[in-house]
């Protein structure tokens, strides 16, 4: 079995700071992209930031120049770290990982969800 814990959500005031992380564990191969998602109420889950296992980035356009993602591949662990934090980006957050284990074939894998939630 494979599991993902997030950590780091709560309530922040808007331009403050959140870090988030999420650790996977379990009977894992290698893990290949890790990302962030994110739900806000009546709305569709979307991705936030997205990174593969060389490290190459991608962001949604509403957080770019805001939000970092970074991993350590050693510890299975994906980060997002938040800045200048706005009213919008209040929603759940959701870590996905591509994992591969041994005689599995590739599957995504989603965390439980950490609230994020931004005061005007």
């Known amino acids: 079995q494979v599991q993902l814990v997030e950590s780091g959500g709560g309530l922040v005031q808007a331009g403050g700071s959140l870090r988030l992380s999420c650790a996977a564990s379990?009977?894992?191969?290698?893990?290949?992209?890790m990302g962030w998602y994110r739900q806000a109420p009546g709305k569709q889950r979307e991705l936030v930031a997205r990174?593969?296992?060389?490290?190459?980035?991608n962001y949604a356009d509403s957080v770019k120049g805001r939000f970092t993602i970074s991993r350590d591949n050693a510890k299975n662990t994906v980060y997002l770290q938040m800045n200048s934090l706005k009213p919008e980006d209040t929603a759940v957050y959701y870590c996905?990982?591509?994992?591969?284990?041994?005689?599995?074939?590739?599957?995504?894998?989603w965390g439980q969800g950490t609230q994020v939630t931004v005061s005007s």
């Open positions: 996905n990982a591509a994992i591969l284990r041994v005689g599995v074939p590739p599957h995504d894998y």
């Open positions: 379990g009977t894992i191969f290698s893990i290949k992209a």
């Open positions: 990174i593969t296992s060389s490290g190459t980035t």
